[in-house]
């Protein structure tokens, strides 16, 4: 069946580079996207990338996707106190009802 | 531009009552969803409604009911609350232009004594 995994847990000190990691099983994903959910809030969405692309970036935010193993990474540079938060992963796979598989998120501790 | 509103925020009910959520989006998108969010589970989708008018089953539909009053709205009902359903409720709409992207309300934080 589909399924989207992340590692639980990931902690760097402060100016250091993230990188969070996801694999999935639904080579049919067309989307992938990455969301950040800060304490009792709702997610918000970071970024994407389209599954005929490799790589994507956006500011601090870079995405990588090998989609030979269903490995898609987020590597956040120079990470703040405020990049502390729980990112999830989630695979967009069109038909059906077009639904979106969530991983069950990585929480990044940032410290000084 | 209030993108997608959530109500209520909080919400503790006993076992056997019944409540609605209520979710709202301006963004004009045809598609809306409602998720639940347990710990170490991610989120899992619960109903969907493709556009105005229908509504269909997600992973964990059980002991829930939705209606898409217009195409702005779409509700999720607990007709017999039960202690298994104390979750955090998340309404989503999305763009079916370039990304589908999902965007999510701030979420309803719902306990069942």
């Known amino acids: 069946g589909e399924d989207v995994e992340q590692s639980l847990f990931l902690s760097v000190r402060e100016g250091d580079s993230s990188v969070i990691n996801c694999t999935y099983t639904?080579?049919?994903?067309?989307?992938l996207y990455w969301y950040k959910q800060e304490p009792g809030a709702g997610l918000q969405l970071l970024t994407y990338?389209?599954?005929?692309?490799d790589m994507k970036q956006d500011q601090r935010l870079t995405v990588l996707l090998n989609k030979k193993d269903k490995h898609l990474s987020l590597r956040i540079a120079d990470t703040q106190t405020g990049d502390s938060a729980i990112y999830f992963c989630?695979?967009?796979?069109?038909?059906?009802?077009?639904?979106?598989?969530f991983g069950a998120g990585t929480r990044l501790a940032v410290h000084p | 531009n209030a993108g997608v509103t959530q109500t209520p925020k909080f919400q503790v009910l006993k076992t056997g009552q019944s409540m609605t959520l209520q979710c709202a989006q301006d963004?004009?998108?045809?598609?809306m969803y409602w998720y639940r969010q347990d710990p170490g589970m991610g989120l899992r989708l619960i109903y969907y409604?493709?556009?105005?008018?229908?509504?269909d089953k997600g992973e964990v539909p059980n002991g829930y009911n939705v209606s898409r009053l217009n195409k702005r709205e779409f509700s999720l009902r607990l007709e017999s609350a039960a202690p298994s359903q104390t979750s955090v409720y998340f309404c989503?709409?999305?763009?079916?232009?370039?990304?589908?992207?999902?965007?999510f309300g701030p979420g309803t934080r719902l306990t069942v004594l």
């Open positions: 989503a709409s999305r763009n079916r232009g370039t990304g589908n992207e999902q965007f």
């Open positions: 963004m004009n998108h045809n598609s």
């Open positions: 990338i389209f599954s005929n692309m």
């Open positions: 989630a695979a967009f796979r069109s038909g059906g009802y077009n639904k979106l598989i």
């Open positions: 409604s493709a556009s105005e008018g229908t509504t």
């Open positions: 639904d080579s049919s994903s067309t989307y």
